[in-house]
Nanobody
Framework: QVQLVESGGGSVQAGGSLRLPCAYS????????MAWFRQAPGKEREAVIT????????HYADSVAGRFTISQDNAKNTLYLEMNSLKAEDTAMYYC?????????????????????WGQGTQVTVTS
């Protein structure tokens, strides 16, 4: 059973930076697709970044390209979402998610298949 725990959310001024850790069960990073999603009030959930097992970004939301990146600490079993140049429209609940990658061909860890492991979420509020 995969467990994911996000933290690091809070309030930050526009233009600032924030790093969100996602602690995951041992072994998840090497065997599962992983992703960060976000959902703002009144909006649909969107995939922010998706990665292959052991890394390799396969998707960036257009709205965050060039501002958000992913890093990982194997010793701490933690995936980080590094957010820079934050904007008011980045305000949302951020979720870490995982799912098994089914085969190699045709599954790029995007939303071809639903993500079925989710953290509880962490709120990010960007003030202008």
């Amino acid at each position: 059973q995969v467990q994911l725990v996000e933290s690091g959310g809070g309030s930050v001024q526009a233009g600032g930076s924030l790093r969100l850790p996602c602690a995951y069960s041992a072994g998840t990073y090497s065997t599962h697709c992983m992703a960060w999603f976000r959902q703002a009030p009144g909006k649909e959930r969107e995939a922010v970044i998706t990665i292959l097992p052991r890394g390799g970004v396969t998707h960036y939301a257009d709205s965050v390209a060039g501002r958000f990146t992913i890093s990982q600490d194997n010793a701490k079993n933690t995936l980080y979402l590094e957010m820079n140049s934050l904007k008011a429209e980045d305000t949302a609940m951020y979720y870490c998610a995982a799912r098994l990658r089914i085969g190699i061909d045709g599954d790029w860890c995007r939303e071809e298949r639903p993500y079925n492991y989710w953290g509880q979420g962490t709120q990010v509020t960007v003030t202008s």
